[in-house]
């Protein structure tokens, strides 16, 4: 029987995409997984991120537990209790302690924030900002569309358009940003129905207006410092109110392009 020493993934950002590409990589049996944060993560999806954790100590999503930790010290022991251990380190310091096998650059900042291929034997960028042969080893495609997930081996994903994704026929509807810099404030919460022309947040005294009829799937939490275009809400014209608690299917395609390129490397040994 074949086996293998199970790798050591770190992978930078803990929002709901990268919690996407964790519990894919979790659920195929990489379980070695590290997830690095910011100190005050802003994601918007909060009931499928593991960014959550930071502010609640652990979070569960699909049946998988993440947990904060201190220190890298703390890393086996997390691994060997079956969860995923989340670190604040938004500079990613603690790499050359922790020297995973796998890097995986999932911040979506849509520009690359210091991530390069000398960190780790595979260093994987997603979206735009990267350029596999150049700064990352692979790039996964993040753009929904035909290409959604596809593993890009030179060259950069698509640019962003700053247009989001298709879902049931509306696009720039379904997410709202903040207009200009303030305090995000709402008494709705993820899960809730919204009619179009609903007033459901305020940045200061700006009301956040729905644009279409659906369910909240992301909000920020209430009394957040907002900077202009910052993410605020996401509505979801479907309006099942069960997608609001499962990774979507960009994040489990994105996922899978993910995993595609690490058993590559493992298997293959790709260059």
Not at 16 to 36: F, I, M, N, P
Not at 71 to 76: I, K, M, R
Not at 105 to 132: C, E, H, M, W, Y
Request: with cysteine; net charge neutral.
């Amino acid at each position: 029987m074949y086996t293998m020493n199970i790798p050591t993934i770190a992978i930078r950002g803990a929002g709901d995409l990268a919690t996407g590409v964790a519990l894919r990589l979790y659920q195929a049996g990489l379980s070695r997984v590290l997830l690095l944060e910011t100190p005050s993560p802003l994601a918007v999806r909060r009931t499928v991120a593991f960014s959550e954790a930071v502010y609640h100590a652990e979070m569960t999503v699909e049946g998988v537990k993440a947990v904060l930790v201190s220190s890298p010290d703390h890393l086996e022991k997390t691994w060997a209790a079956g969860d995923i251990p989340v670190l604040v380190d938004p500079q990613a310091n603690s790499l050359p302690l922790v020297q995973p096998d796998v890097l995986v650059d999932a911040i979506l900042a849509k520009r690359n924030l210091g991530t390069s291929k000398a960190q780790a034997p595979l260093v994987i960028g997603l979206g735009p900002g990267f350029t596999a042969g150049q700064d990352v080893h692979r790039v996964i495609e993040t753009k929904r569309g035909h290409h959604l997930g596809r593993v890009i081996t030179y060259g950069p994903a698509a640019p962003n358009t700053g247009i989001p994704g298709t879902i049931a026929g509306f696009s720039i509807e379904r997410v709202h940003w903040a207009e200009h810099d303030g305090i995000f404030t709402s008494s709705f919460d993820i899960g809730h129905v919204v009619e179009k022309g609903d007033v459901f947040g305020f940045v200061n005294d700006t009301p956040v207006v729905a644009a279409l009829s659906g369910v909240i799937r992301g909000l920020l939490r209430t009394n957040t410092p907002v900077m202009k275009r910052t993410k605020l809400a996401d509505v979801d014209p479907r309006g099942t109110i069960s997608y609001c608690n499962e990774v979507s299917d960009k994040a489990l395609a994105i996922g899978g392009g993910v995993l595609e390129a690490i058993c590559e490397h493992l298997f293959l040994r790709c260059a």
